[in-house]
Structures are given as structure tokens and as C-alpha cells.
């Protein structure tokens, strides 16, 4: 796979507590940077697939039985 470099500008701080973090995990700075941009977007591009998935489903539509019409009024599904 083919790498390029990039210039990052984050926050001192946060800089500091993700050197400490990748150091906690045996890893660089890099990598640690690398995985979480790679789990994002591995969630992002699932989760867009998953939600068109379901639409087109929904799109087909659902024969439910009733025709379009409740056999009981919602008046009586809540009476007390």
C-alpha cells in the first residue's frame, strides 16, 4: 500500500495524551492514527451500505395480511 505523509495542527495537549495512549498500545503515533481513521471509515461505509440495504427493502413494501385496515379500533386497544 501505497503511503503519503500529511501535516496534522492539533491541540498540545491532545497531542501529548495520544503519544501517551499509542505508547500505552506498543504503537506509533501514526498507527494509532492510522486505525482510528480506518475504523471510521469502515463504520461510516457500513453503515451507508446497511441504510441502503434496508430502504430498498422498505421501498418493496410488506404485505402485513390487513389490506390496509385494523381489524380493531385503537379506541379499544386502549380502554382501561
Same mark, same amino acid.
Given at each position: 500500500m501505497e503511503r503519503q505523509n500529511v501535516? @496534522?495542527?492539533i491541540d498540545k495537549s491532545l497531542l =501529548? *495524551? !495520544? *503519544?501517551? @495512549? !499509542?505508547?500505552s498500545e506498543d504503537k506509533s503515533l501514526s498507527a494509532l492514527i492510522r486505525e482510528s481513521l480506518e475504523k471510521r471509515i469502515r463504520e461510516t461505509t457500513g453503515f451507508k =451500505?446497511?441504510? !441502503?440495504?434496508? #430502504? *430498498?427493502? #422498505?421501498k418493496k413494501g410488506y404485505d402485513l395480511g390487513t389490506k390496509g *385496515? @385494523?381489524?380493531i379500533s385503537r379506541e379499544s386497544l386502549h380502554e382501561r
Amino acid at each position: 500500500m501505497e503511503r503519503q505523509n500529511v501535516t @496534522l495542527s492539533i491541540d498540545k495537549s491532545l497531542l =501529548k *495524551k !495520544a *503519544k501517551m @495512549l !499509542a505508547a500505552s498500545e506498543d504503537k506509533s503515533l501514526s498507527a494509532l492514527i492510522r486505525e482510528s481513521l480506518e475504523k471510521r471509515i469502515r463504520e461510516t461505509t457500513g453503515f451507508k =451500505k446497511a441504510q !441502503a440495504r434496508q #430502504l *430498498k427493502i #422498505l421501498k418493496k413494501g410488506y404485505d402485513l395480511g390487513t389490506k390496509g *385496515k @385494523l381489524p380493531i379500533s385503537r379506541e379499544s386497544l386502549h380502554e382501561r
